[in-house]
Structures are given as C-alpha cells and as structure tokens.
C-alpha cells in the first residue's frame, strides 16, 4: 500500500507529509534535542565510527551521551546495536530516543544523519549544534536522482545548523559549528553555510591550520599519527580510522576537554562492530568482518590490507572474498564495480546475496559476478555465485588454508537482511561465521 501511494500522489504532497510528521514527533516529545549540545554526522563513509568516537571522546569529561547510528543505539550507559535497519530511525521514533537521552541526565547527542533520512526530512524536529561532514562519494544515486541531489541532500543538515537558533545550556550560548574534511573535493560545498564557527580537519592533504594529522603509520595492531605534535595510538586499523577520529578531537577540545582525555578515549576503543573486526575462533587464518558497501570504502578496505601484503607485516597467502551488493534503491553502477575491485584484488571472489529488498537478488549477483569476470577469475574456478548468504560464507571458510584472509563484506554488524515486500530477516554475518568455525572445530 505504502509502495503503491508513493507511485500516485504527487511529490510535493508527500514531502509536505513527511515534514508533518518530523514536526509533530519534535512536539509530542517536548522539543528534546532542544534540552542537549546535538552532533550531526553526515557523509558517505565512516559516520559510524564518527559517530562512535565522537561519543568516546564527550564521555571522558564525565558528561553522559547518547548516540544513534548504523551500528549502535546508545542512551548513556546503556547501549545495543542497531536492529532496525535503517542508518536514521523514524521521526517519532527518532523523538522519543532523544527524550530517553534527556530523561537519562545526556548532555550530549551524537546523531548519524542519512541522506535518506533527511529525504523525508527526519531531521527537521532536530536543533543541531555540531555539522559535520566525513566524505562524499556516489551512493544513493537511484534514490535520489543524482549525484548533485545526493550532494545538495546531505547539505541539508548544515541548511539546518545555520537557520536554527543558539541554545542555551547550562547559563552558556552553544556555538553553532561546522566540521569539514577539508581532503575531500566537495568539503567547500559545506563550508558556504552561515555558522558561528567553521572548522577543517585534514591527513595533510590541505593547507589546514590546526586540525592536521601527520606521520600516519598503518598496522594490523593498530593506527599512530601525530596532531598537535602529540602521538596518538589507535588501536582501530586504517588511515580512514584517523579521519574518522578528528572530528572527536575537535569537537572534545571545544567542549572543554584536554587532549589528554580525548587521547585515552579514542585510544581505549578496541572494535567499532563490523568494521575491520577479527573474528578468531582458534582457527589457523584470518577472518575480518568490514562494512564496505560501496566504492570508495571498498577501495579504502583494500588499500589497508595491500600495505600489510606488501610490507609483510602480515603473513597472508591468499584472499577469500565473500560479498554482494545491495538493491532497494542504491546505486545499480556500483555492481559491477565492486565485483571489478575484488576480482582484481581477491585470489578467490564469491558473491551473494546481501540486502536485495525488492529487488532480484540472482540479478544482483550476475552483474557484480560480470564484473569479477572482467578482471580474468573463471567461474567456478576462483569466482563462485551462491544466493544463499550463510552457504558462501561456509565456502569462504571451508576453502580456507593456512594464513589465507576471509574477507566478508557488506553488512558489518547489521542485525538484519532486507528481502522482498518490506520484510526483514535476522542476520548476523559475525555470529554466523561464529557458529561455522565453532561447528568446523567440533567435527574435526
């Protein structure tokens, strides 16, 4: 019903719905976001763990924080992850987290926002405080008609920060902040809307003063960089880790906190769920869990995992790549792509089903196979089609020797698979490889 209304009534009805709707949610829970300093974190890659440092970093001057993002909900100390299956929740749901988070003496609200979300305008009921952008790369396009409106939608979280009004919390004007990686093409974009204070963060690719992170070093154990001419020691593997924890840095240091706080913050986080999280069971290879659904991040995985082949720093053989990509209105062009990428990088690629919504799933896997096809793999050689999710996964893993790496990309730590006519199925692609390996242990 809901599928056939959006086909007949026209978009400006629609939209006019949807604003209603943000409104009333923000005024049948009291106007909560009015009551907390609120972080918006949009982009295309790396909110989560944005949004998860950010939230590490405010909690180490002893405030309470709330956050909701892809991976987790978390209302102080009391945290689950994401079941729900959307990046943002809906708006009267969205409200009511907030009045929680209130109700719960939080300071601080650290919201990942989603192009999606702000599509339907779930971010209007929302007084931001902090904007901040990560990076911008095609996703969505189907959605949203094109990469420009994919752009322009996410600008509609700074349009927010700047047309909403200052608060006042705790006797203290809030500044209203625009946070800005100043590496990516389109950071500019962002930086043209009025707030009281606009600041840039880079790897050192921009001439930006202030936020630069130098001397990067990348290892299995973890990630080190130099800001302020201080180290820092992640324990989070990746150079896109070091752009996802300087806006905690930024944020933390205008919020009051020492370097020093933020420092043992960021440093003490050992995993973001399903992003470049081990899975070891005992067994004699690796097993790494990464989100990756898209292009840039695909590329950005790969990137990471390379450098350690490369400078042997780790000791693998082969690579075993399990993957798919997702229907439901994202980028039909990325299909190819990313079979491209991993058939090119992979020493094994197989390819399944991964969120089809209503969408064919075998045709999903056909045209990400195609592309693993044009990097040379020969169909049930070195490149495997399996619809069924858990059965590739046991592949991967039954196809594994020694020191090789299984890769599992796509869904991270997402508690649930999306299929036809609305409809979830539960799914953890952790907890699955878990039960494998565990079983695999128990036979031998």
Not at 13 to 27: D, G, Q
Not at 124 to 133: Q, R, S, T
Not at 320 to 345: E, P, Y
């Amino acid at each position: 019903m809901k599928t056939l209304l959006k086909k007949i009534l026209p978009k400006s009805f629609i939209s006019l719905y949807h604003k209603t709707l943000a409104v009333l949610a923000a005024f049948v829970y009291r106007f909560p976001s009015e009551k907390m300093i609120v972080v918006g974190v949009t982009g295309t890659n790396g909110k989560s763990s944005t949004v998860e440092l950010i939230a590490k970093a405010l909690e180490s001057g002893g405030a309470k924080v709330g956050a909701a993002s892809t991976v987790k909900f978390k209302i102080a100390a009391k945290e689950k992850l994401n079941d729900k299956k959307m990046t943002m929740l809906g708006r009267f749901q969205l409200q009511k987290m907030l009045k929680q988070m209130v109700e719960a003496d939080c300071r601080y609200a650290v919201i990942e926002v989603s192009s999606e979300g702000i599509k339907q305008f779930r971010h209007l009921g929302i007084n931001f405080d902090y904007a901040v952008f990560t990076n911008l790369t095609p996703e969505h396009i189907e959605s949203h008609g094109s990469f420009d409106n994919y752009k322009r939608a996410k600008a509609k979280l700074f349009k927010r920060l700047s047309e909403s009004k200052n608060k006042l919390i705790d006797g203290k004007t809030v500044t209203k902040t625009i946070l800005v990686n100043a590496d990516d093409e389109h950071g500019d974009y962002y930086l043209e809307f009025k707030a009281d204070k606009k600041i840039e963060f880079s790897l050192g690719g921009s001439e930006v003063s202030g936020f630069v992170a130098t001397q990067l070093k990348v290892l299995p154990t973890g990630t080190s960089f130099v800001l302020n001419e201080q180290s820092v020691d992640l324990q989070l593997v990746g150079e896109f880790n070091v752009y996802n924890v300087l806006p905690a840095f930024v944020i933390g240091l205008e919020e009051g906190l020492t370097f020093s706080q933020i420092k043992g913050a960021v440093e003490s986080v050992e995993v973001i769920p399903g992003r470049m999280e081990t899975i070891d069971q005992g067994q004699n290879f690796y097993v790494i869990v990464d989100y990756a659904p898209e292009v840039a991040s695909m590329d950005a995985l790969y990137k990471t995992i390379n450098k350690f082949k490369t400078d042997n720093e780790l000791n693998i053989n082969r690579i075993i790549h399990v993957f798919g990509s997702c229907g439901g209105g994202r980028d039909k062009d990325r299909r190819k792509k990313l079979g491209k990428i991993v058939g090119w990088h992979s020493d094994i690629a197989i390819v399944t089903n991964e969120d089809p919504y209503d969408d064919d799933p075998m045709e999903i896997i056909d045209e990400v196979a195609n592309g693993v096809l044009k990097r040379g793999k020969k169909e049930n050689q070195n490149l495997f089609k399996i619809l069924d999710r858990k059965e590739a996964i046991a592949k991967a893993l039954s196809l594994a020797k020694e020191n090789d790496l299984v890769l599992v990309t796509g869904k991270g730590s997402e508690q649930a698979m999306a299929i036809k006519h609305g409809k979830y199925v539960q799914w953890d692609d952790r907890e699955v490889i878990k039960d494998i390996l565990n079983t695999n242990k128990e036979s031998r």
